[in-house]
Structures are given as structure tokens and as C-alpha cells.
Antibody, heavy 120, light 107 residues
Framework: EVQLVESGGGLVQPGESLRLSCATS????????MTWVRQAPGKGLKWVST????????HYAESVKGRFTISRDNSKNTLYLQMDSLRAEDTAIYYC?????????????WGQGTLVTVSS | EIVLTQSPATLSLFPGDTATLSCSAS??????LAWYQQRPGQAPRLLIY???NRATGIPARFSGSGSGTDFTLTISSLEPEDFALYYC?????????FGGGTKVEIK
């Protein structure tokens, strides 16, 4: 059974940093693209970043480019999102999602999400 | 950026009705469109991928159609658990984008 478990969310002040983790199990982690999607309170889904599988490339939403860094540790089956220079508008539930394949960026599996609140 | 526009914003129906949800793309996405369901307090669930393929475990009352710029999600004979939010998502080009959502509510 595929499992994705996010952690690392919390309350931070504007300008601070936070690192999210997504621990996975039940599939061959290296082979799949992994993605972060966020959802601000009461709002819709927004794609944040993707790390393609098999040593592939990374992609970022314009709104987080230069501030967020996606990475993965294939030895630990874990996905990360380093978030720097956080802003109030980054407040959201952050979900990690597994792609259908290395390059297929539809998402059959999601974690439960971790809440990030940026507020002074 | 490919903009996905979902309509209507809200659909008010009775259990047993058929729901027809639309997703229109600002430029072609070929068939690379997915539909998700999200219930309150839950993560999204993939229903349909690549326009018309049901994801694992999804009941046959959910069907998807379309290609290019216009797509439809049809839910036949609505069950109580189908009243939820629905989002479309394209994977044709970066950045990946989601539609704004359609809420299917009980009339």
C-alpha cells in the first residue's frame, strides 16, 4: 500500500524558513515523480513544485521560484521542500503527491497534508 | 501558463441525478487532463486521468471525456458521498495547473 506522510509544518514569522518532509513507502520511490501541492484556507489547489523520477529535473511555480527548493533522498524514500523567505501568502496546507510514473504528472496518491502558517 | 476554467462554480442536485462538470483550457492540453474529488478535511482523490481513464477503485458512475481544450466529468446517479468539490488538472505543460473547482451540493 502506498503511503505518504508529510511533516514539518507549523507557525513561522514572515521571512523565516521551514523544511517540509514527505516520508513514503509501498512503492519504488526512485521511479516516480514527486510533487508538492498547496491549498490556502478555503481556496483551491495550487501546484508548487515537482521533482521528476529517475534523477530527472525540477520545476517550480513562479510564485515560489528562488525561495523554495525541492529535493529527494532516494535512500530514505523521502521528499523535501525547503521554504525560505516565507510570506503570509504561503500559508496553506501542503500536500505531497506521487506521480503516476516518472514523467506522468497526474497524482493517484496524496499525503494527509501539513499546515504551514506564516504570520507575525 | 495554461488556465483551466471550471463551470459551473456550484451545481445543486438531488441524489440520483446526473452531474455534468466542465473544464475548459486556455490552450490545448491534448488528453492530459485529470479530475479529482475533494471532500471536506480530506486530501484530493484522483478520479480520472488522461481525460477518460478511471483511476484504480473509482466506481463506474464516474466518467470523463474530451480532448484539446474542452473536457467533461459526468457523475451518473449521484450517491450521498459524491457531494464534494471537484478539480481538473493538466499535465500537458509547465507549470502544472488546476482549475478553480466545482462544488456539487445537495439540492
Amino acid at each position: 500500500e502506498v503511503q505518504l506522510v508529510e511533516s514539518g509544518g507549523g507557525l513561522v514569522q514572515p521571512g523565516e524558513s521551514l523544511r517540509l518532509s514527505c516520508a513514503t513507502s509501498g512503492f519504488i520511490f526512485d521511479n516516480y515523480a514527486m510533487t508538492w501541492v498547496r491549498q490556502a484556507p478555503g481556496k483551491g489547489l495550487k501546484w508548487v513544485s515537482t521533482f521528476s523520477g529517475n534523477g530527472g529535473d525540477t520545476h517550480y511555480a513562479e510564485s515560489v521560484k528562488g525561495r523554495f527548493t525541492i529535493s529527494r533522498d532516494n535512500s530514505k524514500n523521502t521528499l523535501y521542500l525547503q521554504m525560505d523567505s516565507l510570506r503570509a501568502e504561503d500559508t496553506a496546507i501542503y500536500y505531497c503527491a506521487k506521480g503516476m510514473t516518472t514523467l506522468n504528472h497526474h497524482f493517484p496518491s496524496w499525503g494527509q497534508g501539513t499546515l504551514v502558517t506564516v504570520s507575525s | 501558463e495554461i488556465v483551466l476554467t471550471q463551470s459551473p462554480a456550484t451545481l445543486s442536485l438531488f441524489p440520483g441525478d446526473t452531474a455534468t462538470l466542465s473544464c475548459s483550457a486556455s490552450q490545448t492540453v491534448n488528453i492530459y487532463l485529470a479530475w479529482y474529488q475533494q471532500r471536506p478535511g480530506q486530501a484530493p482523490r484522483l478520479l480520472i486521468y488522461d481525460a477518460s481513464n478511471r483511476a484504480t477503485g473509482i466506481p463506474a458512475r464516474f466518467s470523463g471525456s474530451g480532448s484539446g481544450t474542452d473536457f467533461t466529468l459526468t457523475i451518473s446517479s449521484l450517491e450521498p458521498e459524491d457531494f464534494a468539490l471537484y478539480y481538473c488538472q493538466q499535465r500537458y505543460d509547465w507549470p502544472l495547473t488546476f482549475g478553480g473547482g466545482t462544488k456539487v451540493e445537495i439540492k
